[in-house]
């Protein structure tokens, strides 16, 4: 009887627990069986490391194999056991000697599913595990497919490899003309996008919507846009994330794990970039907010350190849009499942677009809108008061005057230096400015603000606070709408670099809440 363990990670939302790959060989009729809650993809891999080692120039050994995935009662899923179960079974029947640990040098997790040939193919979600062995201080092999993901991770140590072969003969300390991190690998480019950021200058006109853009940018808010069709609300929603500061490298990290356990996988050359996801319409809760039978993070989760836009709100079912309600308040989603309960973040910032009506002109000078009184109260009826209530900042983005479009085709240097569009660069540093002074003084921005802080920081003087009284009373806000116009005007005198809070920034505040009374 021999028995020998590998190691590797599981997934359970955004934990990593390592996994023990036990490998029994004993004696009595050929069974191969593999314990410890597998689940279809892991039991299926008995036939795959059968084919794998056989076809890689092993023996498959005669008798009894149990394969016991410990702890036996975290689900596992995937093909990433394949690896560690084939090396197992080399250790545990002498073909292969097990992984040397001497002082001071790390152990060693496997990851890889396996193909009939023994070559092994990439796997999803090893960012995550990366990150965890890394902390732990274990290197990890994994497929050469997987490589570039696992080199984000700071401080980790991973090794890639093409095939079953390769595997064994580092184990074994065969000499190799390169390290197998290196074999086969592209040249070395930089992980992080390239592509140029859309600019804030495409945009004519529209100069409230703008302002609006850059406070919501500035203070972490919620933005919902209103207008026209081709007014330029998906323009301003795409032109968001280039205003946003970078993601330091711990915050990065966490958007590419949280994308690296998604049906999705991770890109890694969107690795530092805020994420700006903009699901369809038809989108259904669990495509929203998470779950399914593995319970995968949703679209909240993915937009996490980011922006989630919602283009045609309306159109969203009214369901759907109720689940945005907690994810809003408490920036994390649970999900639970008979077997599992998954936690993620969502700390997403809203942007929302829509049209005034049903057809899109009400309002609109082109005079096009028939809708009647009734069917344009039914179109806003579908966004509940409870949801309109926790965004932060109103907008109407109307069709923008030919002039302003005509514009941006003139001749370089017939516009007047008056003229001078707002570019993302300018806008971008203000932006920069505001959350140095929210985070200097707080630790968090202002649209996350508590609210024990926010009384004690947003102090508006007299007339301010006299102004925002009567409004309060004349426009029927509630505590949530008062505390919000209160963290808004405090957004707006962070990019005046002022330090308390006086009537024009409530003005401004109140009057970018004002359009909320249309619904």
Known sequence: MSIAATYCRG??????????????????????????????????????????????????????ITVNLAPADLPKEGGRFDLPIALGILIASSQLPPPRRAVGVPACEFYGELSLSGELLPV?????????????????IVPLGNVRDTRIVRHGRA????????????????????PPAQRALPPDESIAGSAAPLNLADVRGQQQAKRALIIAAAGFHSLLMSGPPGSGKTMLAQRLPPLLPALS??????????????????????????????????????????????ARPGEVSLAHRGVLFLDELPEFERRVLESLREPLE?????????????????????????????????????????????QVDAYHARISGPL?????????????????VAAAWSAV?????SAAPLTTTSAAQAVLRAHRRQLDRSGCLNGELPLAQLQALARPNSAALELL??????????????????????????????????????????QLRRAAAAF
């Open 469 to 510: 009284e009567q409004v309060f009373e004349r426009l029927g806000l509630t505590a949530r709408s008062y505390h919000r116009v209160l963290r808004v005007a405090l957004t707006i005198a962070d990019l005046e670099q002022i330090d308390v809070i006086g009537p024009a920034q409530i003005a401004e505040a109140v």
């Open 330 to 374: 408490n920036r994390t989603v649970v999900i639970s499942r008979a077997r599992v309960q998954a936690q993620y973040p969502a700390a997403f910032q809203l942007l929302a677009a829509m049209n005034p009506c049903p057809c899109g002109y009400r309002g609109d000078p082109c005079g096009k809108c028939r809708c009647t009184q009734a």
């Open 124 to 140: 999803r979600g090893l960012t995550l595990a990366a990150a965890h062995a890394a902390r732990a201080g274990h290197a990890i």
């Open 413 to 417: 240097g017939r516009l007047p230096a």
């Open 159 to 178: 090794l890639g490899a093409c095939s079953l072969l390769d595997v064994c003969a580092h184990l074994r300390g065969a000499r190799r003309e390169r």
């Open 11 to 64: 997934q359970l939302g955004l934990a990593a627990p390592l996994v023990q790959v036990e490998v029994n060989l004993g004696a009595g009729l050929p069974v191969f069986s593999i314990v410890g809650l597998p689940a279809t993809a892991v039991k299926e891999s008995k036939e795959r490391v059968r084919a794998a080692l056989i076809n890689s120039g092993f023996e498959f050994p005669a008798g009894r």
């Open 249 to 294: 490298p711990s915050e990065a990290l966490e958007v590419a794990t949280i994308a690296s356990v998604s049906s999705l996988d991770m890109n890694a050359h969107d690795f530092g970039l805020r994420p700006f996801r903009a699901p369809h319409h038809t989108a259904s809760v669990s495509a929203l907010i998470g779950g399914g039978p593995h």
């Open 388 to 404: 309109l209530d926790r965004i932060d900042l109103f907008v109407e983005v109307p069709r923008a005057p030919v002039a302003d």
